[in-house]
Structure formats: structure tokens, C-alpha cells
Nanobody, 121 residues
Framework: QAQLEESGGGLVQAGGSLRLSCAAS????????MGWFRRAPGKEREFIAA????????WYTDSVKGRFTISRDNTKRTGYLQMNNLKPGDPAVYYC??????????????WGQGTQVTVSS
């Protein structure tokens, strides 16, 4: 059984919204920070957002700042990435990941399989 499982990807028009979810097992979720990454065809994986275990510390890469919102519900062991005003540069496979420890900086050890996001113009 997957330790992290993303859902919510799909096809959306430019300017539209999607909310990605990441359901996690207790082992990889508890006390761990969570990050969202994406990989577009022909490009390297990009770190786009992160949230600490407490939810008090957030980080976004510049290209998604102001459009994407990361959050988590620790009672449900689920993380979220709300994506608004999607642009032609956003299509990719989106991955959630967690890292041991509460802070979001550092190596991420646990990964989901990814969910595809496609944006039509």
C-alpha cells in the first residue's frame, strides 16, 4: 500500500483551479513536514511549496507564489495544494513528499506516485 497518495489532478482551462490532495500513512505523516514538487516533460523536478508539521511555516517558489496555497489537516493525515489561476507553464506531474522532522527544509524521503495536471489554453 502506498505511503503517500496524491489525487485531484486533471484537465483544467487556463485561469482555472484545482485542489490536489495527498493522503498519507501514519508512519510518513506524523511529525513530518510536507512538500509539493512537480516535473514537467523535459524538465527537472521542481520544488514548489512546503509546510512544516505544525503548519506555521510555509514556503513557495516564486512562480506559484500568490496562486498556490499549501495546507494540511493533521487529524486526517492529508495535505493539500490549492492551485488557482493555472497557467500554461503549470502542467506537470505533481508529487507530494514528506521528510522526517517538523521543518520543511532538507531532503524528502517519502514520495507519492504523482498526479497529472494539464492546462488547456
Amino acid at each position: 500500500q502506498a505511503q503517500l497518495e496524491e489525487s485531484g489532478g486533471g484537465l483544467v482551462q487556463a485561469g482555472g483551479s484545482l485542489r490536489l490532495s495527498c493522503a498519507a500513512s501514519l508512519r510518513v505523516f506524523r511529525n513530518n513536514a510536507m512538500g509539493w514538487f512537480r516535473r514537467a516533460p523535459g524538465k527537472e523536478r521542481e520544488f514548489i511549496a512546503a509546510i512544516s508539521w505544525s503548519g506555521e511555516s510555509l514556503w513557495y517558489t516564486d512562480s506559484v507564489k500568490g496562486r498556490f496555497t499549501i495546507s494540511r489537516d493533521n487529524t486526517k493525515r492529508t495535505g493539500y495544494l490549492q492551485m488557482n489561476n493555472l497557467k500554461p507553464g503549470d502542467p506537470a506531474v505533481y508529487y507530494c513528499a514528506t521528510r522526517d522532522g517538523g521543518g520543511w527544509g532538507g531532503l524528502y524521503e517519502n514520495w507519492g506516485q504523482g498526479t497529472q495536471v494539464t492546462v488547456s489554453s
